[in-house]
């Protein structure tokens, strides 16, 4: 539910923390039923590549993605954070690989080139073990600027109901955060610096004109 709301709300959300889930629109039947459980995609079956599956989420709202924002920006996707138990019986360890490949595809952050893969998703750019718990591995995907879009975690002999760690997700969700504050002081210190100029430029302006 948590990856639909992602795909189909992404003016609404900024960022969400995924617990045991399946790629958006997995559990899309052949016949285009979503109403019922679907056994493929639960038994981690429904296989795709990491293209096919940004597609998907693209198609639930094909018109976002070429909206811009108040300020004229390409308006960005929610951040995603995916847990899954590798001992899932419920639903299939598989799904976690999918959700990684889904959400890197649509936020351009693919992970390492060339790194293969590390529990069933791509290599992310920074791997950390035993984080945020003994036996756990937390995969983060980042963009040139060093800045996290997925956080993959995978959480080794754990179950469908993996424990719900508020502090790991909360820190997540503070570093997001003070990421888009940074950006939004860069974006103001740059509007007054060419506000300054163009005040400057004025100013000659009206000195060489007397």
Known sequence: MANVLAATYPQLISAVSVYSGVPAGCFMSSSGGVANWNNSCSGGNSRATAQRWGDVTREMFPEYDYQDDEEGKRRPRPRMQIWHGSSDGTVSPNNYGEQVKQWTNVLGVPGV????????????????KDYPAKGYTASEYTDKEGVVWVEGIWAQGVGHSVPANLSASEAWAEEMMAEEMMAEEMMAEEMMAEEMMAEEMMAEEMNGGR
């Open 113 to 128: 080139e060339g790194g293969g893969m590390v529990n069933g998703a791509p290599k992310g750019n920074v791997e950390r």
